[in-house]
């Protein structure tokens, strides 16, 4: 049986966020593995309500994971790190990063009291660690958060490189710079495949270096009266320090809020990331600061409802408050999907007179890799193949058409899709089932498991909990129900609660006692019962508990 070099996304490929990635080698059903980053994607009210964090599927990887050589995150953003601590037990390999994701790492194992030994600190290219038949390094890159990597991944059937996230900026204020040259090195005895980031192929210009945002922000921010606050990712911590020193030569006393702000900073200093970030107060202390001396840095750039920036737009957080004449700053990109969330916040700050700037290419530059650094990066690498990454799967298969249309393989591979990368041309050969397990209070659980579908069910339609006596198979009084999210009256204009009550004491004095007597039939007529006159009543047809009550004489 011949080894074959297997590529499987189980997330990450088809949406933007909950990054992980399988690579084996080996004769097929028999591969060794290593998995690329192990990272969340967040929940919304419409969607997944009362869900704290949502992440891939590992339940194929947990039934091979005696054969899981090494698990490598590329950097410590959220949706490729968030995991770790929720689907490292399921998985048990050694983890590798650089230092600074490393750190926030064992920050995340230590929150679940797993073995910190675990998580394994790397040095950049051109160390390189060989676990199984693997050897990876890791390769600096340009991205929004420090020390981001891209990675070499060589085997017995050749190199590929997975770029995880990044862009080409050569001067990027915080982290290390895209070295072109670097690059070049590394790709000049061929590349089987280039697994390729593909967030911003529709940006038709070429990418903007962090470097260029320092100028507008501060002058836009030296221009402002009134208090300042200015959201962004907690992770973008060249932002962030950027925004930290506009605030400073404006003169106003630098605030951190939220606590991803803080432990990012904090792990960026004590990592030697930076070591000259402006001086802050404490919002206690900022208590006694004029308002007008005042620059507010807050997390929750996508509208996170408990995040610093939602809880000021509601009011108040840790005892600061905008009014009318103070300015927030959104210095950050919308991800798709939170335009809703980022809308309601914006209109509530509307509403106290706080005035928004958001949307300004000037304040923002994106992280990730536009169409024209995507075929630069195609062009330096040379691939054998192409397999994009990273995105919807519009982005996916634009990406492709791009690679196409400069002489380069491509292939599509969204999540649970298995490429062979062996031969000359990648071959699809595996279709793994896949989906997402949601994090829902402590505990894990499957998408598809109901409960999460049950909520929304109750939240669209009400609920309705009818309960009955039953003595020696007779009713022993009358139903009484329960309602939950449905209005107190309907079109009878009686309570809709006695209308329910009565119909099904009518059932109940009618019923035969082989009915009476057997309980999924008497839970199946009185549910029938009660969701067509619920129907009746007021439109819904809701979602019905009965708790059936039998006593013996």
């Given amino acids: 049986m011949s080894d074959r070099l297997l590529y499987l996304p189980l997330g990450g490929a088809g949406e933007i966020g909950m990054n992980c990635y399988v690579y084996g080698y080996g004769p097929a059903d028999q591969e060794r593995f290593i998995v690329v980053d192990l990272g969340v994607t967040f929940p919304s009210m419409d969607g997944t309500p009362g869900v704290d964090l949502i992440f891939a599927d590992v339940a194929w990887l947990e039934e091979r994971k005696d054969r899981i050589d090494g698990i490598f995150i590329t950097h410590a953003h959220e949706d490729h790190v968030g995991a770790v601590g929720h689907l490292w037990p399921r998985l048990d390999a050694p983890i590798y990063a650089r230092a600074f994701t490393a750190h926030l790492a064992r920050l995340k194992f230590e929150e679940h009291g797993h073995d910190e030994l675990q998580i394994k600190t790397v040095s950049a290219w051109p160390e390189q660690i060989t676990v199984g038949p693997f050897t990876v390094g890791f390769v600096p890159i340009s991205h929004s958060i420090p020390e981001s990597s891209a990675l070499v991944i060589d085997s017995p059937a050749g190199r590929v490189i997975h770029t995880g996230d990044f862009k080409t900026d050569e001067n990027p204020v915080v982290g290390e710079p895209f070295d072109r040259a670097l690059f070049e090195e590394i790709s000049k005895n061929g590349v089987k495949a280039l697994v390729c980031d593909s967030t911003n192929v529709f940006s038709p ?4 270096s962090e470097s260029e945002v320092i100028g507008p922000l501060t002058e836009l921010i030296s221009s402002l009266d009134g208090m300042v606050a200015a959201t962004t990712f907690a992770s973008n911590i060249a932002r962030v320090k950027t925004l930290a020193e506009a605030g400073s030569k404006a003169g106003r006393s630098v605030v951190l809020l939220g606590r991803a702000m803080r432990r990012m900073i904090t792990a960026a200093i004590e990592t030697g990331i930076i070591s000259d970030f ?3 107060v404490s919002p206690e202390n900022a208590a006694d600061i004029p308002h007008e001396n005042l620059m507010l840095l807050t997390t929750g750039s996508q509208g996170e409802h408990r995040a610093a920036t939602a809880q000021l ?15 927030m700053i959104f210095s950050s990109k919308t991800i798709p999907g939170n335009e809703v969330s980022v809308g309601r916040i914006l209109n509530a700050f509307s509403e106290m007179g706080v005035e928004t700037i958001s949307g300004r290419d000037e304040i923002h530059v994106s992280g990730h890799a536009n169409r024209p650094d995507l075929a630069l990066m ?6 054998q193949v192409v397999i994009p990454m990273h995105g919807e799967h519009r982005h996916l298969r ?6 196409d249309s400069n002489g380069f393989q491509s292939i599509v591979a969204p999540n649970g899709v298995g490429v062979d990368l062996s031969g000359n041309a990648p071959r699809v050969v595996d279709y793994i089932e896949t989906g997402r397990t949601y994090l829902d209070g402590s505990i894990q659980i499957g998408a598809l498991d109901g409960i999460v579908r049950d909520r929304i069910r109750m939240a669209l339609n009400g609920l309705v909990v009818a309960t009955v006596i039953i003595e020696d198979d007779e009713p022993l009084g009358d139903c009484w129900c329960e309602l939950r999210g449905l209005p107190e009256t309907g079109l009878s204009r009686a309570p809709l609660n006695e209308v ?3 119909d099904v004491n009518q059932f109940l004095m009618r019923a035969k006692p082989k009915t009476l007597s057997d309980d999924d039939k008497l839970e199946e007529e009185m549910r029938r019962i009660i969701r067509r006159t619920t129907q009746e009543e007021v439109g819904k047809k809701p979602e019905v508990q009965i708790i059936i009550s039998r006593l013996s004489s």
Avoid: F, Q, W
């Fill in 313 to 327: 737009s509601r009011g108040k957080y840790l005892g600061l408050k905008m009014a009318e004449g103070d300015t």
């Fill in 398 to 403: 634009e990406h492709a058409k791009l690679a």
């Fill in 205 to 208: 210009n070429p990418g903007r």
């Fill in 278 to 280: 402006p001086k802050t």
């Fill in 500 to 502: 329910l009550e009565e």
């Fill in 378 to 383: 195609h062009e330096i690498v040379k691939p």
